[in-house]
């Protein structure tokens, strides 16, 4: 299952990272994809909890590295350390490697990375400064560059690219795939399909319609893109209908003036209406499992307290096993 450093969720288990393994054993699951920030990783994680990591989400770190010149100087830090990652491309190197370092070290199979691009104003208005292939380009000269300082050019854990429903990597294209994997000079890296994210990309509006669009897009890829998904993060986002109502649209009429505090404020009463992270209650769910047969399943939900967190993992478990 998905689990962080933190508060939000460690607060739940009381700080307390044998009575989250006690939780996860108890519920039948083998460990956490731990998404972790810019922080030190905590000292005291029992070994063998951490099975994957999930690596800091920098919605803005594309023009870190292919511009970093139109980055505001006058940028808040806190908009730096999360939203661009870093302010030059040399320390957004560093903070990445530091990253995986954190992944290899916790002996992580794989660590996740988004492969997209996302303005704050654009998660409203659909106006996105970049295109598919430009952050795709983008990206794959980023990885590169990084691998390119380990042994062999090869990084130090495996590379899950993650697809969103913005700009980038989708999975709506083959063509994309592609263009990207052709450009990419090491191995050690595979994808990882989100179900959620690609049926927020599909105008999904009731779950079984959803699973038959996410296997037709599946279906649509090519055999060898399918065997690299290594894995999945299994969760249900029936969005469609907000998303027809509150996409293309102008942001609050406040929103420029707002600091980067206060309009992440905003956009997290929005996102999570589009990005659900529900569990699935249709067992033909179980179809996309058995399209990709992934060699890890991880259960990624978002919820408000550790009884919800059991009854989402319960429901959805039902249904695979």
Known sequence: MNFSEYPVDLERFNNDWEEIRTFIRQEGIDGIELLIGSDMVTPDIPGGLVKTVHLPGWFGWTRTWDAPQTIPANCDPSEIAY???????????????????????????????????????????????????????????????????????????????????????????????????????????????????????????????????????????????????????????????????????SPPPSFSAMSYGEKMIDLMQHIPNIDEHRPYSDSSCTEIIDFVQPGFLVHEFITRSREELKQNLRKQKALIH
């Open 83 to 249: 939203y661009y990652g870093a302010k030059t491309k040399p320390e957004l190197l560093q903070a990445f490697q530091e990253n995986i370092e954190k992944a290899a070290n916790l002996q992580a199979a794989y660590g996740v990375l988004h492969i997209s691009h996302v303005e704050l104003e654009d998660v409203y208005t659909h106006s996105f400064h970049y295109n598919s292939k430009e952050i795709l380009s983008t990206a794959a000269s980023f990885v590169n560059t990084v691998c390119s300082e380990y042994p062999n050019g090869e990084p130090p854990v495996t590379l899950a690219f993650e697809n969103l429903w913005w700009p980038g990597l989708t999975f709506r294209s083959e063509e994309d795939i592609r263009y990207f994997t052709d450009l990419l000079n090491f191995e050690n890296w595979m994808f990882l399909l989100d179900t959620g994210h690609l049926m927020n990309g599909l105008n999904v509006i009731n779950e079984h319609e959803g699973i038959q669009k996410v296997i037709s897009a599946l279906e649509s890829l090519s055999d060898e893109t399918i065997e690299r998904i290594g894995a999945i993060h299994m969760h249900c986002s029936t969005s469609g209908a907000y998303q027809q109502t509150h996409l293309n649209c």
